[in-house]
């Protein structure tokens, strides 16, 4: 059975001059346009499609790839609007995805990225996004242990520091007084549990725990690359002795260094060295 707003692997049932039409199980048949269509793409054979409806409510498949899926959250661009509609945003398909007026939280301009979450509309059939998201989160216990490493969805900045949902369940906290660099909105990485508080939300580090000895390290390879210029022909291939030679550590101390410099979008990696970034741009709320 096919799913919207999910890729799925459909049957070809037959052929027209309009496209193919595969095999939706209770949403019978679903036309794949004939822009579409490969040259292995035969009656019977198998095709991984994304399901969703067009503008005029029919279900149609493409092998286009959305940014995002239903049930995953994502920063997408505002692209259009309809001061009666909504805001239209790119998600990678050639037809928009509506984000319904009633699904705003607050007003969006054309250009503007907004972090969103994407489901189907149980009245229309549709998939949309909502800026409305807060009461997903939380809904069961946050049973993370200090220093699990965790996949977090940067969402906003506040006073104290940046919101995030880990795990896609809970809202966690990356405080300012943690952090060397400002994240980037909308930024999906791994981060490290530092505790739960009493409400269930998360407080959250880029650093394991322990990392305090390293830390040095690391401001010490960032004054090595401004004072060179902004770039380092040391890396991962260096080996040990030269490593120990340039900076006095181990490998693996220098490895854990550059490691958090690049999470925190200081330094690029390459096969030759490292190399200084600029400072990231950070999407900031509208008020």
């Known amino acids: 059975m096919a799913t919207i707003g999910k890729r799925n692997l459909l049957r070809v049932m037959r052929q027209s001059e309009h496209g193919l039409y595969l095999d939706g199980g209770s949403y019978g048949e679903i036309l794949l346009p004939k822009r579409y269509v490969l040259p292995g793409n035969t009656v019977d054979s198998l095709i991984d499609v994304f399901i969703y409806r067009d ?40 037809k928009d995805l509506l984000l319904p007026n009633r699904e705003l939280s607050r007003r969006v301009g054309i250009g503007e990225s907004v972090v969103v979450y994407v489901f189907v509309d149980k009245k229309s059939d549709r998939v949309v996004a909502t800026t409305r998201f807060e009461g997903l989160l939380n809904l069961v216990p946050a049973r993370y242990s200090p220093n699990q490493r965790v996949g977090v969805f940067v969402i906003e900045e506040t006073p104290l520091g940046f919101k995030a949902v880990v795990e896609g369940a809970h809202w966690g906290l990356f405080y300012h007084s943690d952090l060397a660099a400002p994240l980037q909105i909308g930024a999906k990485m791994d981060a490290f549990v530092r505790g739960v508080r009493p409400d269930g939300k998360v407080d959250l580090s880029l650093l394991p725990a322990g990392y305090g000895k390293v830390a040095p390290l690391a401001e010490k390879i960032l004054e090595a690359l401004k004072s060179s210029g902004g770039r380092l022909d040391i890396g991962d291939h260096s080996s040990p ?35 200084l970034r600029p400072e990231p741009k950070v999407v900031r709320r509208r008020h």
């Open 241 to 275: 002795a030269a490593i120990q030679e340039r900076f006095g550590c181990s490998k693996k101390a220098f490895k854990q260094a550059i490691g958090a410099l690049f999470k925190e979008l200081r330094i690029a990696i390459d096969d030759k060295g490292i190399a």
């Open 55 to 94: 503008s005029e409510d029919r279900m149609v498949a493409t092998t286009e790839k959305p940014y995002v899926e239903v049930g995953e959250l994502a920063s997408l661009k505002v692209v259009g609007g309809h001061v009666r509609i909504g805001a239209f945003l790119d998600w990678g398909l050639s």
